[in-house]
């Protein structure tokens, strides 16, 4: 009954509407303060070749959106975040994943999500197919994992605890859809996780070497109404995201009734035979947006 | 009448107290080539100790070559090809004992050891593998009972334990004989032997224990043996991935691990046999006996094969088909048909001409069986993986394809140097045929055997 | 002669190379010097939540021929002129060029009585970019929402009046949307938008029937200016009890992918007979090596007394 209560009261804070409607980024600012003149500045090299002397708090998000590792395990209560991935909209623009590597603060060649280009017979049409975890309902890699490290959450995610794992990688060789990452500690990638802090969206620590990551469906942004990054960074809405219990789902421009889309557009999941019910539905590439281009150079080659 | 039995009774103590003294040879003196061939095992185990040391000291990144779609590499190869060599222990000492095979008695000591040591290195094999291994005793304090690793890191330690005392319960009467004859020896190792003899008397009562725990373990051993392998081919079929969902892998691999286990005795009855210059002992007929067993065994492990690699090509479903025919006529055919050439069909056919039961060739067999045995494993954990249900696309080259780094071969090395390394020394510090066994064999009563013992 | 052909042609290629690798710094140098500072495009949307909470979302970017975002450049933000007292708050684009700024508490009390009022964005210059300041003025709106229950239809009203009048002064023709208010955005009830009539009135049904609410079947439905131009983004909801209960009380099962402590039943029947067993078989034998030793121990004895 006290949990209820408090879940109504979560449930009737507003404020939250602010992040949901706008692509925030990785500013989110807090009220301006007078005294910003003590804060720590770091120079940052812009894109158009500016040297930018900013305070830290700018750079990385100043706001600590969860304390990851205390509820890592719980889930957040009554959510059961699900994603539809319309295939007639992606043209292989690999923004998601440019998105998620930015997030995430991971380096080529680590893709937590990927784009593949997949045919499914001869005579049927090409088409690119973005592929993360799907964050199964039956998970295979929950069940091998001998020391719990992957676990199922009440809010349906799939989560790592990075200071359990061991490192065994059955997990890995159990998941009919690679869609885990082993860290064996990349030097390169070893110095950048130096220099850029975890953002505070993360369930799990995926720059601890020596153990296994992947997408974690960005749970602590979700719930607080902000679309995970490759959503966000898709410039053609192909991902749609959101709450199964609330039935809707939104790619940051359209916001769809989940069951709607589902049924009228033939949703369907990858591997339905084995099981292993996944979170991620699959809208079929049918009167594509975009002519299927083949993609002139193979991505992600240096190591 | 009873004149005549003496005399056979003495006939056959005269060849006991022969054999007896000349067991004790190695273990009173080691040659130069039993000392250079000691120093390179130990030379080769610490080169994979020092690079078990630059794995995990270094970035795994540069000092290993898997990557994440093959995340599983040698280490774990390497681990099921240990683990089919301590089944061995279960086929020569239980089964042939249960089934009243007496040709096994001078035998299953060179069995139980080469098990003991498999199973003690097959767990060491699985620790290297492991990203994190200083979170080992994770497995104890948050251990879940769900996980196949779990089942297998239980059925392991049992199995070593069970092994253990079936390689040590034997042994009692003949460690006690050690410490009445040996000479020259340190105190410590004196020592050792007047602990382990467990105060042995040769009482009725403790033959009568001794007996009874033997035929106990050997009974709990067969399908602990079973259970051992079985579960660690299910670490591979519980999975979803197409080249192992497969519910004859246990099986299969089961009767791989027999035709491994034969062969490796084969090998270790041949070097134990020149070097030790045992040929009255371990004669040209186990040789013979071992070979024809090599033959059926083979032909058990090609039934299995048969049912692993044709039922699924028959069908040629699309999730089976691109790593079949890759090992078919494939990227990994030259390797796959090798394989099955060594391991199989020369072990099941050259062994039926009788030149080739003879020591020598019979023992180049065994060595080209175990090889193959070990890239069996090989072919079983690792081209599956590089044929993941969705495509391997956008990654660096490397990714797609698996080739051990020199780390990894050297930590193998070094695994494998361990294993020998055991059993060369237990066979410096304990007979490595079991006298008392044999003479029961032949019919020689318990007070006799006792007479041995005492003898100074 | 191949192998000279083969060298000469590759000493010619790294001639060639070496000779536009030195010229790079010129050209870039030259092409550096030759472009002008860019003037930065600020534009400002304005966001009003409930009248209790206001963010504003500026961005920042230039034209050549196509819109380029700027990042990493910090906008400020004043009410009405840029001066240091209408001051009210600051943010660093985002690599979109945009960046979100709350605004303060006291904001509310600065606006109340204004019928509109002006956000003026600013930008200082730097090396690349040009000083540059932006601003919209904002018709000082507020909503009022209603809901009601006609027979058995649900109907969501709405009122828009201007503020800072002394009188209630509704606004007509202003394009009204209504929402669901969800986790990841505003589900909208319809994709039309209705105009208010002369008393500043919009209404329109809610027809869903099962939207999944809480436990009580409690939704936030509310309405929004669709007119952004001249009253910027303007919410306003309403906690109504007209969505579907839903239970999602999260029950954790035993199986096979759950926690070391929601383990099967059958399996830890199985896993403990085989582990008891075996193990009891086990224990039993080291408990006869002890009793061999035992033995042995009496027979010593007993050999020392004969």
Redesign the interface.
């Known amino acids: 009954m006290e949990d209820e209560q408090k879940n109504r009261r979560n449930f009737l804070k507003f404020g939250f509407l602010a992040a949901g409607l706008t692509a925030a980024g990785v500013a989110l600012n807090k009220v301006a303060s007078g005294d910003e003149g003590a804060e720590e500045k770091v120079k940052v090299l812009t894109a158009d070749g500016r040297l930018a002397e900013v305070a830290k708090s700018k750079v990385e998000s100043s706001e600590s959106l969860s304390a990851a590792s205390k509820h890592v395990r719980q889930g957040i209560p009554g959510r059961k975040f699900i994603m539809v991935i319309d295939l007639t909209r992606c043209k292989n623009a690999r923004k998601c994943l440019e998105g998620c590597q930015k997030m995430h603060n991971f380096l080529p060649p680590v893709e937590w999500l990927k784009v593949k280009e997949m045919q499914d017979s001869e005579l049927s049409g090409k088409y690119w197919f973005p592929q993360l975890c799907y964050q199964c309902d039956n998970p295979p890699c929950c069940k091998v994992c001998p020391v719990g490290a992957t676990f199922k959450r009440s809010d349906g995610i799939v989560g790592i605890d990075n200071e359990r794992c061991i490192g065994c990688k059955f997990c890995m060789a159990a998941c009919p859809y690679s869609s885990r990452s082993f860290n064996y500690g990349n030097p390169k990638q070893v110095e950048y996780s130096k220099n850029h802090p975890l953002k505070s969206c993360h369930t799990m620590d995926p720059n601890m070497v020596g153990t296994v990551s992947k997408c974690d469906f960005c749970p602590d942004f979700g719930s607080k109404g902000i679309l995970p990054a490759c959503v966000r960074s898709c410039p053609n809405g192909v991902i749609f995201y959101g709450d199964e219990n609330e039935d809707v789902v939104s790619n940051g421009e359209q916001v769809l009734r989940l069951k709607d889309l589902l049924v009228n557009n033939g949703g369907y999941r990858q591997f339905e035979v084995f099981g292993t019910k996944p979170r991620v539905y699959y809208l079929p590439p049918v009167n594509r947006l975009f002519p299927f281009k083949p993609d002139p150079v193979e991505h992600n080659q240096e190591e | 009448m009873k004149n005549e039995t003496t005399a056979v009774d003495s006939v056959l103590m005269n060849k006991y107290e022969a054999m007896h003294d000349e067991l004790l040879r190695p273990i009173q003196k080691t040659g130069l080539a039993g000392k250079i061939w000691i120093g390179f095992l130990f030379c080769v185990f610490f080169a994979g100790v020092f690079a078990f040391y630059t794995q995990e000291t270094k970035?795994?990144?540069?000092t290993?070559s898997?990557?994440?779609?093959t995340?599983?590499g040698i280490y774990i190869s390497n681990f099921v090809f240990f683990v089919a060599l301590s089944l061995v222990g279960a086929l020569m000492s239980a089964v042939l004992k249960l089934t009243n095979f007496e040709w096994y008695r001078p035998l299953s000591r060179i069995a139980e050891v080469i098990a003991v040591a498999a199973i003690m290195f097959a767990g060491v094999g699985?620790i290297v593998?492991?990203?994190?291994p200083e979170?080992?005793y994770?497995?104890l304090t948050?251990?879940?009972?769900?996980?196949?690793?779990?089942?297998d890191?239980?059925v392991i330690i049992?199995y070593f334990?069970?092994t253990s005392?079936f390689l040590?319960?034997p042994l009692?009467p003949g460690i006690s004989q050690l410490s009445n004859h040996l000479k020259d020896k340190p105190k410590w190792q004196m020592w050792m032997y007047k602990k382990l003899s467990?105060?042995?008397?040769g009482?009725p009562?403790?033959w009568k224990?001794?007996k009874?725990?033997i035929t106990?373990?050997a009974i709990?051993i067969i399908p602990?043996g079973i259970s051992i392998h079985t579960v660690t081919a299910w670490?591979?079929a519980?999975?979803?991935?197409a080249e192992w969902n497969s519910t004859n892998f246990g099986a299969y691999f089961i009767a791989g691990a027999f035709l491994l286990g034969v062969a490796a005795v084969i090998v270790g009855t041949f070097f134990f046999r020149k070097y030790y210059r045992f040929e009255k002992y371990l004669t040209d007929s186990y040789f013979d006996k071992m070979g024809k067993m090599l033959v059926f065994l083979s032909g058990v492990y090609f039934y299995f094969n048969i049912n692993e690699y044709l039922v699924p090509a028959f069908k040629m479903d699309s999730m089976h088909s691109q790593y079949l025919l890759d090992e078919f006529t494939g990227k990994d055919a030259i390797l796959f048909w090798l394989v099955f050439l060594f391991g199989i069909f020369v072990p099941a056919i050259l062994p039926l001409f009788k030149s080739m039961l003879k020591p020598w060739p019979l023992t180049v067999i065994a060595i080209l069986v175990v090889i193959a045995a070990w890239f069996k494993r090989y072919i079983i954990v690792i081209p599956g993986?590089s044929h993941?249900?969705?495509?391997?696309?956008?990654?660096?080259?490397?990714?797609t394809h698996y080739v051990p780094s020199l780390i990894e071969c050297m930590v193998v090395a070094g695994i494998f140097a361990a294993a020998l390394l055991f059993i060369t020394l237990f066979s410096k510090f304990f007979p490595i045929i079991s006298v008392w066994e044999v003479a029961e064999g032949d019919g020689v009563s318990l007070e006799k055997i006792n007479l041995l013992s005492k003898k100074a | 002669m191949n192998f000279n052909n083969t060298a000469q042609n590759k000493f010619i290629k790294s001639l060639i190379a070496a000779i536009l690798f030195l010229l790079i710094p010129f050209v870039y140098g030259y092409s550096q010097d030759s472009t002008e500072k860019k003037k930065p495009l600020l534009s400002i949307t304005y966001y009003n939540v409930n009248s209790d909470s206001f963010f504003v979302k500026v961005s920042s970017g230039y034209k050549d021929e196509k819109f380029f975002p700027i990042e990493y450049q910090n906008v400020k933000l004043y009410l009405n002129e840029a001066d240091k007292n209408n001051f009210l708050g600051d943010v660093m684009t985002d690599p979109k060029g945009e960046g979100i700024i709350h605004l303060p508490q006291k904001f509310k009390g600065m606006i109340d009585s204004l019928s509109t009022f002006d956000l003026v964005a600013e930008t200082d210059a730097d090396v690349k970019y040009k000083a540059a300041i932006g601003s919209t003025t904002i018709e000082n709106a507020f909503l009022d929402v209603q809901i009601r229950i006609v027979d058995t239809t649900k109907m969501i009203r709405v009122y828009v009046y201007k503020k800072g009048a002394k009188v209630k002064s509704p606004i007509k023709g202003v394009e009204m949307s209504f929402f669901v208010k969800r986790m990841v955005g505003l589900f909208p009830l319809s994709d039309k938008t209705i105009s208010t009539d002369s008393a500043g009135m919009a209404e329109m049904e809610y027809a869903i029937t099962d939207m999944p609410g809480d436990s009580l079947g409690a939704i936030l439905v509310g309405a929004k200016i669709a007119d952004a131009d001249t009253y910027g983004n303007i919410f306003s909801m309403k906690e109504t009890f007209w969505g579907a209960k839903t239970f999602n009380n999260y029950e954790s099962v035993r199986a096979l992918w759950a926690p070391a402590d929601r383990v099967p039943v059958w399996l830890i029947v199985l896993a403990l007979g085989i582990i008891i067993t075996v193990w009891g078989t086990i224990l039993f034998i080291i408990y006869q090596v002890y009793r061999i030793f035992r033995l042995g121990q009496q027979e010593i004895k007993r050999e020392a007394n004969l």
């Not at chain 2, 898997?66 to 779609?69: E, R, S």
């Not at chain 2, 593998?129 to 994190?132: T, V």
């Not at chain 2, 467990?198 to 008397?201: E, K, M, N, P």
């Open positions: 970035s795994k990144y540069e290993i898997l990557n994440n779609y995340m599983w699985i593998a492991m990203g994190h979170r080992l994770f497995l948050h251990g879940r009972l769900q996980s196949p690793i779990i089942w890191i239980v049992t334990v069970a005392l040590f319960i009692i467990l105060s042995w008397r009482t009562e403790q224990i001794v009874r725990c106990i373990l709990l602990l670490l591979f519980s999975t979803l991935r993986l993941p249900y969705l495509p391997i696309q956008n990654v660096p080259h490397s990714w």
